[in-house]
């Protein structure tokens, strides 16, 4: 209806939606013929595994699907890891990891610490202090140096 609606071409519709074509037309010939349409097919091994899975992941919200894994397997149920991480996906337990991002953000907080931006070396000196005390009551004090 939406596609007849708008005068688009199939195929553009199929690429907007995120769908191979084949996979459009065959919906199309099975509501044609009156089909019945396929699934949603039972998932045994999610249902078994997931109080224990949700138990885990809601305990401990920084887990990632692995230790959620090991412990629904600690527990005694039979499940793959990618199972967890498909039910945990589906009830928004995950975690997302945004590691491009943060990185940005840190990189633009670093930035925002000048008060000039360097534009070239030795304007940034960063400086590592240590302290070591000695056997024989001596203090040893070393100042590592570098230059951005």
Same mark, same amino acid.
Request: aromatic share 8%; proline share 6%; with cysteine.
């Given at each position: ?28 010939? %099975?509501? %044609? ?9 039972? %998932? ?64 633009? %907080? ?18 590592? &202090?240590?302290? &070591? ?16």
């Amino acid at each position: 209806m939406i596609r007849t609606d708008a005068g688009m071409p199939t195929t553009r519709f199929c690429a907007l939606i995120g769908v191979p074509e084949r996979t459009w037309r065959r919906h199309q010939a %099975r509501a %044609r013929d009156g089909a019945p349409v396929k699934g949603p097919w039972p %998932r045994p091994a999610r249902e078994g595994v997931r109080d224990a899975a949700r138990r885990h992941a809601l305990e401990h919200p920084a887990w990632g699907h692995r230790k959620v894994w090991a412990m629904c397997r600690y527990d005694g149920h039979r499940v793959g890891e990618s199972t967890v991480l498909r039910l945990l996906r589906d009830e928004g337990l995950l975690l997302e990891a945004n590691y491009q991002r943060e990185r940005r953000q840190h990189a633009a %907080r670093r930035k925002a610490a000048f008060a000039t931006e360097p534009t070239g070396p030795n304007q940034v000196w960063q400086l590592d &202090f240590s302290e &070591f005390e000695t056997t024989t009551g001596g203090t040893w004090r070393l100042a590592g140096c570098r230059d951005y």
